[in-house]
């Protein structure tokens, strides 16, 4: 399908980038919005879902518009999920209650799930292969660009206007992205008989959401050895089972398990799945720590997560360069020791070496981050051609989100086990019914001043003792993406147009 000589080329990729950059600063500008939302609808317990809820319904959603874009082409599906982004964005923004939110984040999720993969397979398509390099490093870049503005803006919308903003400011990004592909990208699409892949989608939408499940609940509402929770594992056995044999004996998988017979895509998408959960670890703690425990306004929680943006930023716009120069695997290693090196800042970090001790951290794994995406994408793009490369573009893009999903969810039950477990240990000393919601008080101002100061700060102390183990979890995710790097295939593969 030869849609680069009808496209306009320029214009199209701009935007690519935008649309991109309405997705990208969802994470980081809703990230240091959070402690103000909590502060000010409650509900810190529930914390993890309202990002939980928006990646679990991208990530079911990927795999679908993927497939539905190699079927019916790329501009209808990404004009729905535009449209279903902005509702689910406006609905966010007059939240009420915690519980609203979430439910209009899922809404928002469901759109999302079409814009990332479709944007990169829209790119796929109107350049060459080996003019993708440099393009998605541009992508990349505005990832880095959207982070640096994401969290500063996040931070002047709570502090000068209101939280809602943090989503309607996706609204005119989403109407601008959606006229210019619709004047300027142009393609013809093959009609023909179309069997999609629900019952395969279905199946996955059960096994994470049971896994979600089991990572936030499990040892906060249940034990760590429960009925419910062997229960659980028991039915994700059962569907992981039923989705293998549905992908082998359907006409056409909404996840070819072919792809996954490829080691480079194989290793690609596994390390895409890590550096997610590293990722969203990030960026949903760094605002916490930097708020609820060092103390700092919603400003210069922002600035320590920009830092990660920043490096994101450098290193994407030289990525294209390296990768030409070296290979990508050299490439993809050595964002793989940014990463090892950004997690044990993280590590060693205490309250009194200063916000700026968490920037140095967030910039150095911004590196790394920007260093390993872009050569995933470029190496799986080039492997395949045009009827595959929708589908291998979403399911890396679904590992990715899988991983946000994944992360959020085991990062925060491991922050809220450790922090009830500490609560539950200083309950005399607190002398007021323990409960996890008992951050609420710290990340609000007023209500914090009404608590006596010897229980906000063992609060404190319980946020910043659970953190630490999250930061521990976020470098074993570096190490085994730095160990998945350097096992990736030295040879350079076979170009696909």
Not at 377 to 395: K, L, Y
């Amino acid at each position: 399908m030869d849609t680069a000589q009808k496209s306009n080329r320029s214009l199209v990729l701009t935007c690519i980038m935008l649309a991109t950059f309405m997705s990208a600063i969802e994470g980081t500008i809703v990230a240091t919005a959070m402690p103000s939302i909590v502060a000010d609808l409650g509900g810190f317990s529930s914390f993890s879902w309202v990002f939980s809820a928006f990646l679990l319904s991208q990530a079911i959603t990927i795999p679908i518009y993927g497939k539905l874009a190699d079927l019916y082409g790329r501009k209808p599906i990404f004009f729905i999920g535009v449209i279903i982004f902005l509702i689910g964005s406006v609905l966010c923004g007059f939240a009420t209650t915690m519980n609203s939110l979430i439910l209009f984040r899922l809404i928002q999720g469901v759109g999302a799930g079409a814009v990332q993969p479709i944007s990169a397979t829209i790119v796929g398509d109107i350049f060459a292969a080996h003019e993708r390099a440099k393009v998605q490093g541009y992508i990349s870049g505005v990832w880095g660009v959207a982070s640096v503005i994401g969290p500063a803006l996040g931070a002047v919308f709570v502090q000068y206007i209101h939280w809602a903003w943090v989503f309607w400011v996706n609204i005119p990004i989403g109407i601008i992205s959606m006229a210019g592909i619709y004047f300027f990208f142009h393609e013809s699409v093959k009609k023909q008989s179309h069997d999609i892949d629900y019952a395969g989608s279905g199946l996955i939408f059960l096994a994470v959401s049971a896994l979600m499940f089991i990572l936030i609940q499990d040892g906060v509402v249940w034990p760590w050895v429960s009925w419910q929770v062997g229960g659980l594992l028991a039915f994700i056995l059962v569907v992981l089972i039923l989705f293998i044999r549905q992908e082998e004996r359907t006409k056409e998988p909404v996840m070819p398990l072919g792809l996954w017979k490829d080691r480079l895509i194989t290793l690609s998408n596994l390390a895409t799945l890590t550096t997610g959960m590293l990722m969203i670890g990030v960026s949903t703690f760094v605002p916490t720590f930097v708020q609820g425990v060092m103390g700092q306004p919603p400003i210069i929680a922002g600035f320590a997560l920009t830092a990660m943006s920043i490096g994101w930023t450098v290193a994407a716009a030289l990525v294209g360069l390296i990768m030409v120069k070296v290979g990508f695997r050299p490439t993809a290693i050595s964002g793989g020791v940014f990463l090892l090196a950004g997690s044990i800042l993280y590590l060693i970090i205490q309250p009194q070496m200063g916000w700026l001790w968490v920037a140095a951290g967030s910039f150095t794994v911004g590196i790394g981050m920007g260093l390993t995406r872009t050569v995933f994408i470029v190496a799986i793009q080039n492997s395949v051609h045009w009827e595959m490369r929708g589908v291998a573009t979403a399911t890396n893009m679904f590992m990715s989100i899988l991983g946000n999903t994944l992360g959020a969810g085991l990062l925060a039950g491991i922050l809220n086990g450790r922090l009830l477990n500490y609560l539950n240990l200083r309950a005399a000393d607190i002398n007021i019914p323990v409960s996890i919601d008992l951050v609420n008080t710290i990340l609000d101002p007023q209500r914090m001043a009404t608590i006596p100061t010897h229980i906000t700060a063992i609060v404190k102390e319980g946020l910043a003792s659970s953190l630490h183990y999250v930061f521990g979890c976020i470098f074993l995710m570096a190490i085994i993406s730095t160990v998945l790097l350097i096992f990736l295939p030295a040879e350079r593969r076979g170009e696909a147009e």
